[in-house]
């Protein structure tokens, strides 16, 4: 990963930063990636799904893990959601990893990931569980890392612009160390 890339954990979310995650979230949906909007994603929308995110950062219930470039900007991120059922309380899902396209394949994606992964177990989840788009980069980057594949969904979601496309679960237990 490049020099230039600072990894942080926010404890609240202000306006530049909501600012700054709604043009990396713009930008994934743009650029084809499946997280939970459709194209085209309006600055409103995803302004008003990052303050979403504040009131839940707020009352503790996920981490928001961030990418900075060497202009302080954000250009990645990674949540864990924390709030889970009574029954899990072990537990945590990795949530909306988004890398903007001009800074990926630098390793920023691998470092968000590692980061929640840390700041996950410091909260004291030892279990935690994500889904992807099958077969993509974030696929084989989750591999790589550790993760482990339980299984796809085919036709579980759709990409940005209606197609179908299928979703890979994966877990991976921090108790075991890295």
């Given at each position: 990963m490049s020099d230039t890339i600072r990894i942080q954990s926010l404890t609240s979310l202000g306006a530049r930063e909501i600012e700054e995650l709604s043009e990396v979230l713009i930008d994934c949906v743009e650029g084809g990636a499946s997280v939970s909007f459709m194209h085209p994603l309006t600055r409103a929308k995803a302004a008003d799904f990052w303050r979403?995110?504040?009131v839940s950062l707020a009352c503790g219930e996920r981490l928001v893990i961030t990418a900075e470039n060497a202009a302080g900007s954000i250009v990645g991120t990674a949540q864990v959601i924390l709030n889970l059922p009574d029954n899990?309380?072990?537990?945590?899902?990795?949530?909306k990893m988004l890398v903007h396209?001009?800074?990926?394949?630098?390793?920023?994606?691998?470092?968000?990931?590692?980061?929640a992964e840390e700041h996950a177990l410091k909260a004291g989840k030892t279990l935690l569980v994500l889904d992807t788009v099958t077969g993509g980069d974030a696929y084989r980057m989750y591999s790589r890392r550790g993760w482990q594949r339980c299984?796809?969904?085919?036709?579980?979601?759709?990409w940005p612009d209606g197609r179908l496309c299928s979703t890979t679960y994966f877990y991976k237990d921090l108790s075991r160390g890295p």
């Open positions: 979403g995110v504040e899990q309380p072990h537990r945590g899902d990795v949530a396209r001009s800074v990926r394949r630098q390793g920023v994606g691998a470092s968000l990931l590692a980061a299984g796809d969904i085919p036709n579980c979601a759709l």
